[in-house]
């Protein structure tokens, strides 16, 4: 009660009037709004499915001011209010047809809301007239819960690098829409994400705000290894490590896609695997090439962004640690995943030249290949037992190893 | 390359593949729009710029289609406002040129016994566009032999 006597509402009147209007920009701008609101998405969540700051839409919806949705947004219309472009586009509408507007705007405000009523009239050219009624809604400074099951789903696509990469707020409408159907509406998205972009959020996870076609977007912070990985992401180059069976001495080398499409190793002119004891040394290697490897076509870039970043490595195989992880009770995730690294980095060689063909051979030895299998049908949610003879993938995989080390380190 | 939105580059090139279907020149296009020749050769090119929708109507009319004529099918996938490059329709092209032959064949032109030269009049392809008069030549061989098109005296026939 105290609060009703308190807020003061304040409201204004205005008489206005347009002339000359064009009538496609209104009838878009109705046939959009209406289905919006049919669709129960108001006015604030379309514009930050545009890209835009909360009153955006509300202001181009006032018919007397001559703010339209601009050609470049009709592209998105559709994925905001789930429909096709001809249900926005009238398809009835003469050259250059203007329509004139007439009636009232009333804004009511209090501390909590503001309100817009629009009263008009539009005339058309045949002298026929129609009449609208509207009424826009803000909620001034309400309290927003984030929904902790979106904030969970938007951690995860942090963590694999879906935000390494700028997006717009209708990218990962899209996203959450095409997995989890209708469950999120677009303003819990916006709540989500502004706990995420908010100062205190905890570095993981934490988003940024950026501009991209004057649309904003939403990207991850990335710290100096991630912009590096990302660097390496962008040109296709990567540096690894390999760890020979029989010490603990990395080696580092290039792993890189090549221009048929297909990951390769950086290997010299004579088919030698281009190896070298340290990030550094393997560096000075690649600036200083003299003749000693055909080059990839991104390394001149990827070398030039390398003087600004640390250098870090993308993955390490180390074969010790997948018969490790195999002598085991039980095999864990990461020693699967660290074997199947292993096994499509021997495929890549294998394939890439005809020096290392017989790798292919030893790759599809029984066990192995069963246990490269069983991981791909979990990958695909297909999921089965593994079943497998230990003691005979060990023997595969160590004959797979020395044979590799013996093309690749010798 | 410059970047576009897909649906302004989707009306583009629908529109320049229903002007030369039609025969109207890009001059011709431009007058009745209320443009220039250059306005419409540059939104028709690699270069930047889109038509803007309150031409939409005046588009459509110029090309005898209602304004959803020039617009993408319902069961287009939405888009999310990614740009992408303006890559246009282009007689060079040849599954491009096959289009606008067939969509000459379907308004009736070639009811009528056409030369290659009345072929390449009512595209406008003059001398000195060699690349798309090749283009053209080939595809109009290639079309007779699917009989899709015939071959009378030197004509070419529906």
């Given amino acids: 009660m105290e609060k009703k006597e308190d807020n003061q509402i304040i409201s204004t009147t205005e008489h206005l009037s347009r002339q000359k209007v064009s009538r496609i920009d209104f009838e878009i701008l109705v046939n959009f709004y209406e289905i919006c609101k049919k669709k129960k998405i108001s006015e604030r969540e379309v514009s930050f499915l545009m890209g835009k700051v909360n009153k955006y839409f509300s202001e181009i919806l006032n018919p007397f001011f001559k703010e339209h949705v601009k050609t470049e947004y009709l592209d998105i219309l559709p994925a905001i209010a789930s429909t096709c472009i001809r249900k926005i586009i009238p398809n009835d509408i003469s050259p250059k047809e203007t329509i004139d507007i007439r009636g009232t705007h009333t804004r009511e405000t209090d501390k909590y809301s503001e309100v817009d009523y629009y009263k008009f009239t539009v005339t058309y050219k045949d002298g026929t007239t129609r009449n609208y009624r509207w009424k826009i809604e803000i909620t001034k400074g309400s309290r927003s819960k984030v929904n902790p099951e979106l904030l969970e789903i938007l951690k995860k696509l942090i963590s694999r690098h879906y935000f390494h990469k700028p997006k717009f707020a209708l990218n990962i409408y899209i996203i959450l829409k095409s997995r989890f159907k209708n469950t999120f509406s677009p303003l819990e998205l916006q709540i989500a994400l502004s706990k995420l972009t908010n100062n205190s959020c905890d570095p993981e996870f934490a988003l940024q705000e950026g501009v991209n076609n004057m649309r904003i977007t939403y990207s991850k912070i990335l710290n100096e290894t991630e912009k590096f990985l990302e660097h390496c992401q962008d040109h296709r180059i990567w540096i690894s490590r390999y760890i020979p069976i029989n010490t603990s001495e990395g080696q580092f080398f290039i792993w890189y896609e090549d221009n048929d499409e297909n990951d390769k190793l950086l290997t010299s002119i004579d088919g030698k695997v281009l190896l070298s004891s340290s990030i550094e040394e393997l560096l000075t290697l690649l600036k200083s090439n003299k003749g000693v490897f055909k080059a990839p076509v991104n390394l001149e870039a990827w070398l030039s962004g390398v003087e600004e970043l640390p250098p870090t490595i993308s993955v390490t195989y180390s074969p010790k640690e997948v018969i490790a992880g195999f002598e085991a009770d039980s095999v864990s995730v990461e020693t699967l995943t660290n074997f199947v690294n292993f096994y499509n980095l021997i495929g890549d060689l294998g394939c890439q030249d005809e020096r290392f063909a017989e790798l292919l051979d030893l790759r599809e030895a029984g066990e192995l290949r069963n246990v490269w299998d069983f991981y791909c049908d979990n990958q695909a949610k297909r999921h089965k037992e593994l079943s497998l003879d230990r003691a005979k993938f060990l023997v595969d995989f160590r004959e797979l190893v020395a044979r590799f080390e013996s093309f690749a380190l010798e | ?158």
């Fill in chain 2, 1 to 158: 390359m410059e970047k576009i939105t897909r649906l302004s580059l989707y009306i583009i090139n629908n529109s320049k593949k229903r002007r030369l279907i039609l025969g109207i020149s890009a001059k011709a296009f431009g007058r009745i729009i209320g443009k220039s020749e250059e306005f419409v050769q540059n939104i028709e090119s690699i270069r930047r710029g889109h038509y803007l929708h309150i031409d939409f109507p005046s588009i459509a009319n110029a090309l005898d289609w209602e304004i959803h004529d020039l617009l993408p099918p319902d069961n287009s996938p939405y888009s999310d406002g990614t740009l992408v490059d303006k890559v246009v329709f282009s007689l060079k092209k040849p599954s491009d040129a096959e289009e606008v032959i067939v969509g000459m064949k379907d308004i009736g032109y070639f009811k009528k016994e056409k030369s290659l030269n009345d072929i390449f009049e009512h595209l406008y392809l003059t001398e000195n566009m060699s690349e798309k008069r090749k283009v053209i030549t080939e595809l109009l061989e290639k079309l007779v032999s699917n009989n899709i098109l015939k071959l009378n005296n030197g004509k070419y026939l529906a």
